[in-house]
């Protein structure tokens, strides 16, 4: 299960960073998921409590915001979303997919440093 090797990897990294600033606890992390980034968001969370077992992450709270697949025109800025034709009309532009639809990025870290 391709979430248990995602989750076990932001732990590591979690711990890592919070031992490189001598943090004793950490409170929360915000995580960014995009709905292309074929990431089940049930099965991060449960994967999640299952790994932080033991780890610095046993008592965070987890926070994950969505975000839905969006693709954007290149040249004019307007936004399509899934099921729309993925060219802007006046550009004549493909529209590109925004970089939060198909990502998994650890947003933010809240660690107590004494
Ligand atoms: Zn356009």
């Known amino acids: 299960m391709h ?3 995602l989750v076990e990897a932001l732990i590591r990294r979690v711990e890592e960073e919070a031992r490189s ?8 992390l915000k995580v960014s998921l ?3 980034a074929g990431v089940d968001p049930e099965l991060f969370q449960t994967a999640f409590e299952t790994f932080r077992q ?5 008592r965070t709270a987890l926070e994950v915001v969505h975000y ?7 040249r004019c800025g307007k936004t399509f979303a899934r099921g ?6 006046p ?10 639809s198909d ?5 933010a870290i809240d660690m107590e440093i004494p």
């Open 21 to 28: 600033r001598r943090a004793v606890a950490i409170h929360g």
């Open 103 to 107: 990502a998994l990025l650890l947003d």
């Open 84 to 89: 729309d034709i993925l060219r802007c009309e």
């Open 54 to 58: 033991g780890t610095l992450c046993e």
């Open 3 to 5: 979430e248990y090797s």
């Open 34 to 36: 995009g709905e292309l």
């Open 91 to 100: 550009c004549g532009a493909p529209a590109q997919l925004t970089p939060q």
């Open 68 to 74: 839905p697949a969006r693709w954007v025109c290149p």
